[in-house]
């Protein structure tokens, strides 16, 4: 990682927002508002089989019921859900067989955010999914994948080339009344990637999705629902910006894992969404649920997290450690600057014996920013040898900024072993000046640290993720010292 | 090379440094001595841009430019190195790549490509050998962990890397046992040429046994108040300050 930390502190001279631009595209809207005619007109204009559209109709009646959660450290006017724009999608004159066929403007948008789609680009090693708005674009490398028997695919094809996997698979994780933001998700989801690893198969490159909002006054509502076999092994990689606006808009996501007997999957997140300017208007507000299941024994599900935008974030990758000898992890480095909000951690349900689970959670809180861990331990009373360590770090810059750590521990059976660390530090002043001493710039001292400090996570990350990653922590705090 | 004129400093209002003169040219080593807050240290920090420190008066030149003037990294990137008494820790930073960071954005001022892998790593390997460190201890964390000897020693290994033009130690000999301050004292003299000075801020003659002064000056009560060859920092080292103590006394 060392090798490229010179070029990014090179870039990181020229700061805002980089992916603030919108593509002018041509798209198809469903009507502003949310009804059970929104949600029939998305299940049509996907050609949805019957048990898609009862699904969603299910799930929509249940979000009726519920109510907007408020116990999280975050404050944000009311959500109008009738001024949301809940399916957009860039038109394609047909459907794309190749790259070559993708509207030039995307391609473009594409290459600005410097993802390749370009299949002979074999080299980055990644496949990617494509989400604009509403729908998948593109999905590269399927081919490949396939020899193996790896399904990648848009959610929107799984629904029709393999509905007896979505129909057992989705909501088995996150049930459709989970929460007031999955319930909403299930009735009104657009798109989003899908993920199958058969028994005994390493997928051989990092699988990849990137989400970008673009239009104005929309919603994203994607679903995610990544399933690894027995003895199966992924790891895959998510992104995501939006352009600039004044507005808030709503980013609310399901990710559902599903890890078998000796299944490993790995799961990261380079959260980008744009925060908001520096007095708090705009930005996105990424209400997200995100969770597995290590329903087989020696199953690992990891979760790593950079989380860098939205207005809000709130968000909690969770692990249900089922199998007896699992294993879950949460890596998480929160950057909050600004006025950015995030209320973020996890959950670790230790259900089986001998179940493990570690979290590591940096938080970096700048500005006026307020950044909370939540987290909760929970020991079920037949998880024999369950043990859990916890290391919750937040570090301060300035002195309007606020730090927050909510841990909860249920412990239900006396063998468990739980162990929780927590630090709150400041960058200081001798560390500043012993690198200007050295002839570092204040900014990059600022990187250097602060790269330092969440070390442990982005080290984590796959190779290109944690340069990028790196990065992004620079970016986001530039200015906010000195 | 540098030329202090008449510098008095103050922090919170407190005078710390009431007027020193100092002259050091290329090629030359200074000692400066004294008891125990005289202002040594303040001195070097102000050298080094440190901000708490307010300039009351006096002016330093430096290689021709206003040393006030510059920003602490322009300073360092000018060719002013400061070897801390008391270095700081930087969790989950190596030596390594700190120093890469230094280097880069010290040739970047110079209007010089970054360095490439390779010639830095060369370059790593000669210093090392130089000050005697282990590459484990340039991995880990910055000074996270240090023994107060492993501190000291990887100031002088950066201090090899980065060549710079004066360098200033602020008593880089405590804390180091008999055979490290032998090492330490042995690089130092093997980075020393006739275009670059040293100033050594020491309380004992043995780091003087090994790098040989030019100079020797004394500070007391923020101000120089003797300055003589080698054999001076002999005699404080027979007869303490209070004779110095007295004569200022005196004169007072
Ligand atoms: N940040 C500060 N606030 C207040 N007083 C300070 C500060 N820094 C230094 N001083 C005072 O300035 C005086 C000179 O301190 P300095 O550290 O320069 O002494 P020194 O000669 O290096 O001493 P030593 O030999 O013990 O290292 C001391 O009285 C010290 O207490
Ligand atoms: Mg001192």
């Known amino acids: 990682m060392s090798k490229n930390d010179n070029s990014i502190l090179e870039e990181i001279t020229s700061s805002e927002y980089k992916y603030g631009f919108e593509t002018i595209i041509e798209t198809d809207n469903a009507p502003k ?50 001024d949301i724009i809940y399916y957009s999608a860039p038109k394609q004159k047909k459907k ?56 990648f695919c848009s959610m929107s094809e799984a629904v029709h080339e393999h509905p007896e996997l979505v129909r057992k698979y989705m909501g088995s994780v996150v049930p459709v009344n989970d929460n ?5 998700n299930s009735a009104v989801f657009s798109d989003g990637s899908f993920c199958y690893i058969p028994k005994g198969v390493r997928c ?54 599903v890890a078998h007997d000796h299944a490993e999957v790995k799961y990261s997140t380079v959260q980008n969404w744009y925060p908001g300017d520096k007095e708090g208007k705009g930005g996105i507000y990424n209400f997200v649920t995100k969770r597995g299941i290590c329903s087989g024994a020696y199953s690992k599900i990891s979760w790593t997290q950079v989380e860098t935008g939205s207005a809000i974030t709130w968000k909690y990758p969770s692990v249900i450690l089922k199998g007896d000898h699992s294993v879950g992890e949460f890596y998480s480095v929160a950057v909050t600057n600004n006025r950015q909000q995030a209320d973020t951690g996890t959950k670790m349900i230790h259900i089986g014996k001998h179940t493990r689970s570690r979290i590591v959670s940096k938080g970096i809180s700048a500005g006026k920013s307020q950044n909370s861990y939540r987290g909760l331990v929970q020991v079920f009373k037949r998880a024999e040898q369950a043990r859990n360590f916890s290391q919750c770090d937040s570090l301060l810059m300035g002195d309007q900024c606020g730090a927050h750590t909510f841990p909860y521990i249920e412990v239900n059976n006396p063998s468990a072993q739980i162990e929780h660390e927590a630090t709150t530090s400041k960058i200081g002043e001798d ?18 640290i602060v790269n330092g400090y969440a070390k442990e996570v982005l080290n984590q990350l796959p190779m290109e993720f944690a340069v990028e990653a790196q990065k992004l922590l620079a970016v986001s705090l530039e200015g906010s010292v000195g | 090379m540098l030329s202090i004129h008449n510098l008095h400093a103050s922090i919170e209002g407190k005078k710390i440094l009431n007027g020193i003169n100092l002259e050091v040219k290329a090629g030359e080593v200074h000692a400066i001595m004294g008891p125990n807050g005289s202002g040594k240290s303040t001195l070097a920090s102000i050298l080094a841009g440190r901000e708490e420190f307010e300039v009351t008066e006096g002016s330093v030149d430096f290689t021709g430019k206003d040393l006030l003037e510059l920003s602490p990294e322009d300073r360092a990137r000018e060719g002013v190195f400061l070897a801390f008494q008391y270095p700081v820790e930087i969790p989950g930073v190596s030596t390594i790549n700190f120093l890469k960071t230094a ?35 340039l991995n880990r964390s910055l000074n996270e962990g240090f023994s107060g000897g492993e501190k000291k020693r990887n100031e002088i290994f950066q201090m090899a890397m980065l060549e710079p033009r004066l360098a200033i130690l602020d008593e880089t000999d405590s804390g180091l046992d008999i055979d490290a301050l032998r090492i330490v004292a042995n690089g130092v003299n093997k980075l020393k040429n006739p275009d670059n000075a040293i100033i050594l801020v020491t309380h004992y003659q043995r780091l003087l046994d090994y790098i040989v002064p030019d100079h020797v000056h004394v500070l007391y009560k923020g101000r120089i108040v003797k300055s003589g060859g080698k054999e001076l920092a002999l005699e404080l080292e027979e007869k303490g300050y209070d004779w110095i103590k007295t004569e200022q006394a005196e004169i007072a």
């Open chain 1, 180 to 184: 007031y933001f999955a319930a909403l």
């Open chain 1, 96 to 151: 794309v067989n190749s790259l070559d066929e993708i509207d030039p403007e995307l391609r473009k948008t594409f290459e600005k955010l410097g993802i390749s789609l370009d299949e002979q680009k074999r080299l980055s090693g990644v496949a990617v999914d494509a989400v604009i708005d509403s729908v998948s674009v593109v999905t590269t490398f399927k081919t490949k994948l396939a020899e193996l028997g790896i399904i």
């Open chain 1, 204 to 257: 051989p490159m990092e699988l990849s999705t990137y989400f970008r909002i673009n239009t104005a006054g929309t919603g994203q509502f994607e679903r995610t629902l990544i399933v690894a076999d027995e003895g199966s092994y992924v790891s895959y990689l998510e992104g995501c910006t939006a352009p600039m606006r004044d507005e808030n808009q709503l980013h609310a996501a399901v990710v559902e894992i």
């Open chain 2, 103 to 137: 280097i880069n954005q010290i040739r970047e001022y110079k209007g010089e490509k970054p360095l490439d892998a390779g010639t830095f790593l060369k370059t790593m390997k000669e210093k090392m050998k130089l000050v005697e460190i282990d590459q484990s201890l």
């Open chain 1, 33 to 82: 508002g949310l009804s059970e005619d929104t949600i029939r007109f998305i299940s049509n204009k996907k050609n949805e089989p019957e048990w898609m559209l009862e699904w969603r109709l299910k799930a929509y009646r249940q979000w009726l019921t519920m109510k907007n959660p408020l116990w999280a450290n975050v404050s944000y006017p009311q959500i109008d859900f009738q």
């Open chain 1, 431 to 448: 560390q500043l000046f012993y690198c200007n001493q050295r002839g570092i710039d204040t900014e990059s001292a600022v990187a250097l």
